[in-house]
């Protein structure tokens, strides 16, 4: 069913999801932001409740942080980045969604990523791993890693919301980004000539 939809068709089924608890809270479930053509592709944990009220990914806070971040790597929401969650439906006081959570909301992140098509994909704390790696990733244990999704490349690093409560660790999510642009470097590079 799900390899069938395209952005409309998705929209409307997530809009209908009763497939897990959080729909019970939530004004409206958030399918994400930015170009679907994008090479880069963020994936948060879920929508806060600002994201919540205006039907967008990462527009509070931790959105502002993650706008900067991809500033300083000459990225925008815009042009060539796609963001999107691993559950997208607001949790109860912002806690993190449960393994089940995830799993419910796993067959639309991956037509997300089937649609887009990136060429990399930045899983940003650790829900974002658990969907995209199948497994729960110590994220200390797991930066400057490549991983795999599907044949598309995966870097994991620290959610912007974690960064704004420790700012500390923001030089190591940084260190992450360059890692995650090097392997896009040797991507577009190695693609060139083939």
Not at 27 to 44: E, H, I, Y
């Amino acid at each position: 069913l799900f390899r069938s939809l395209d952005w409309e068709l998705l929209e409307a089924d997530m809009a209908a999801c009763r497939a897990c608890v959080l729909c019970e809270r939530r004004n409206q479930a958030v399918l994400g932001a930015g170009n679907p053509r994008a090479d880069w592709m963020f994936v948060g944990e879920g929508p806060g409740s600002e994201e919540d009220k205006r039907g967008e990914a990462f527009v509070g806070p931790a959105g502002g942080l993650l706008d900067n971040m991809l500033t300083a790597l000459a990225l925008s929401r815009h042009d060539n980045v796609y963001l999107a969650n691993a559950v997208k439906c607001h949790a109860p006081h912002n806690r993190t969604p449960e393994a089940a959570e995830i799993g419910a909301c796993l067959p639309y992140l991956e037509r997300q990523i089937a649609l887009v098509k990136p060429k990399l994909l930045v899983a940003l704390g650790r829900p974002a791993a658990l969907a995209l790696l199948n497994t729960d990733v110590n994220i200390g244990a797991a930066r400057g890693r490549r991983f795999d999704y599907k044949g598309i490349a995966v870097v994991v690093t620290y959610h912007p919301a974690y960064l704004l409560r420790n700012p500390q660790d923001k030089g190591k999510a940084w260190a992450d980004l360059c890692f995650a642009r090097r392997l896009m470097a040797e991507q577009t590079s190695s693609g060139a000539g083939t």
